[in-house]
């Protein structure tokens, strides 16, 4: 099978620093199709060597057994190519259909990974240059839109230009290895099904934290913030993977038709939960990894005044018999203490208490998504204390222990990384790990309320570089009797 890869944005800050490196990787893992074309698209001055020269001079960054050898970059360099375009003239897509007829591939991939206002008008001159064709798919990268009616106007452009089954929206936290186990973990094993729900779980944590600040992205992440740029897709396609039904089967529809019934039970906020409910924060100046760090309004491209959220902490329900009454927390932030993703599923605590257990103890099973990737059950256990044993104490505490399963130690090198599994799924024509337009349009919905009450109140809470966040995030939280994994 042949492709032909155009990737719109081909010189920006996504191309780089995520899509070629994970290319790199399916090409030697030889998982790409013999023969195939990525073809880097910008308005950049760059013959096809140029632009090699270009990328290669970007892996020098990439992390040491990532990084390809000057041999294997070669290799990978012949299906590299450039075509300088214009996104706004007509004539620049007719240039791009010659470039494509003259390989005829058996499937075209289209992946937009430039600023989503570009969207509508690429999608409608990829239709008026004729690239729409039953071998065309096409990619949009998040955020798609920046509110519900945005969003819906970009979907309804593609909508009438290709078919739902052409459109990957993609949404790399469900190509990330431990998403899939979690899908695996819940719907391949007959074990947590049952316990799966309201009478046996007292609460869920989703956390995304970032040590990182905005890096070079102060423009765009300025005028996004944390919610629209983590919690609208990432975080509440966790909340799905997490809180779904099983599938019929494991086909597309089948998982996103559960997704989206997850995201439609969401409790809609009400002016009380909107105050008491959603924390948002923005990181001042502090400490990171030892070294003094400028707080947000001081990085470079930030508006001074600016009064974007860069944490985000939530308490959301989801009105259904399976789950009703249990709070899911969600936060996400830049430079927190740690970069560290992860969700825990906390059950109830025993009917009785018999044995003495240290305070909070509680079984837990915790989907570590990075920097490790793995599951750890915690249980409580008899504490091996034979001194006591001896002396008969039957009140001997109870410690917690931990069933510690780390999936890089046991697939090591085989994991493929989310890019390279989600471009490999595109190529293949597989969308089970994307995000129809339903479901997308639902988490604006329920995000919009959010957007609208921050326009006008007193703005985000700050916080120091370096911590978990404003501390109303862990008030709001206490306030059920919980607490953040960190301060149990
Ligand atoms: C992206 C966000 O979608 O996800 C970035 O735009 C964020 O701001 C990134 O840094 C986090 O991805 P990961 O895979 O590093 O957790």
Not at 204 to 225: N, W
Not at 276 to 302: C, F, M, N, S, W
Not at 453 to 459: A, C, F, I, K
Request: neutral net charge.
């Amino acid at each position: 099978m042949s492709f032909d890869l155009v990737l719109f944005g081909g010189t920006g800050d996504l191309a780089w620093r995520k899509l070629m490196p994970a290319l790199f990787q399916a090409f030697r893992h030889g998982s790409l199709p013999e023969g195939g074309r990525i073809i880097g698209v910008a308005r950049d001055d760059l013959s096809d060597d140029q632009y090699r020269e270009l990328i290669e001079s970007r892996f020098a960054a990439v992390e040491g057994a990532k990084r390809p050898s000057p041999e294997e970059f070669k290799k990978f360099a012949s299906m590299l190519y450039f075509l300088r375009m214009d996104l706004s003239k007509p004539g620049d897509y007719a240039t791009l259909a010659d470039t494509l007829a003259s390989r005829n591939a058996d499937t075209v991939v289209m992946y937009l990974a430039t600023a989503p206002a570009l969207f509508t008008q690429v999608v409608e001159q990829i239709a008026a240059a004729d690239l729409n064709t039953p071998r065309t798919r096409i990619v949009l990268e998040k955020p798609l839109g920046h509110d519900l009616a945005s969003n819906r106007a970009i979907n309804d452009a593609v909508r009438k230009v290709l078919s739902e089954k052409q459109v990957f929206r993609i949404d790399h936290y469900l190509g990330k290895p431990s998403v899939q186990n979690l899908f695996a973990l819940r719907f391949g094993n007959a074990l947590f099904e049952p316990i799966w729900r309201r009478e046996h779980i007292a609460n869920i944590q989703i956390t995304i934290a970032e040590d990182l600040g905005v890096e070079k992205r102060g423009a765009f992440y300025d005028q996004t913030g944390a919610l629209r740029d983590m919690v609208q897709n990432h975080a509440l396609q966790l909340v799905c993977a997490i809180a779904m039904e099983p599938p019929i089967n494991a086909h597309a529809d089948a998982l996103r038709d559960e997704k989206l019934k997850v995201l439609r039970s969401l409790k809609p906020w009400t002016p009380e939960t909107l105050g008491l409910h959603a924390i948002r924060g923005q990181y001042t100046a502090g400490t990171a990894y030892g070294e003094r760090v400028h707080g947000y309004k001081d990085e470079p491209g930030i508006d001074p005044q600016s009064r974007t959220e860069t944490f985000v902490a939530l308490r959301a329900e989801i009105a259904n018999w399976r789950w009703a009454g249990v709070p899911f927390y969600i936060r996400t932030g830049k430079r927190l203490a740690s970069r560290d993703a992860r969700i825990e599923v906390n059950f109830r605590p025993t009917p009785h208490a018999i044995f003495r257990a240290p305070a909070g103890a509680v079984n837990k099973l915790v989907i570590n998504l990075q920097p490790k990737d793995g599951l750890e059950l915690h249980l409580l256990s008899q504490a091996q204390d034979n001194r006591k044993r001896i002396s008969g104490d039957a009140a001997q505490p109870l410690a917690s222990v931990q069933l510690d399963l780390d999936f890089d130690k046991r697939f090591g090198s085989e994991r493929v990384g989310a890019y390279e599994r989600l471009l490999l799924d595109v190529i293949d024509g597989r969308l089970n790990l994307f995000v129809r337009s339903d479901e997308q349009e639902e988490a604006w919905r329920w995000v919009e309320p959010l957007i609208d009450s921050w326009g006008s109140d007193g703005g985000p809470r700050p916080y120091a570089a370096g911590t978990w966040g404003p501390s109303a995030s862990s008030a709001m939280i206490a306030r059920d009797g919980f607490a953040w994994s960190e301060e149990q």
